[in-house]
C-alpha cells in the first residue's frame, strides 16, 4: 500500500491532487456540497493513481505462448 501512494508521482497525479483541493476549497466557499463529490473523486484518483491518462488503463499485450 506504501508503494502505491508514495510512488510514481507524476504531473497528471499533482493535477487531480490541486484540483481536488480547489473543488474543496469551492465547495466551501460557495456552500454547494456539489464541488464535494467531484472533490473526492479526483482526491480517490490522485491518491491511488487511478485513471486512464499517463498510461494508467495500458492493456499487457504479451501473450503467454510466446515466452
Known sequence: MKRILFSNWHLMRYFRLVFALFLFFQAYETRQLFFVAFGIFFLFQAIFNLGCSSNG???????????
Open 57 to 67: 488503463c495500458q492493456v499487457n499485450y504479451k501473450n503467454q505462448n510466446d515466452e
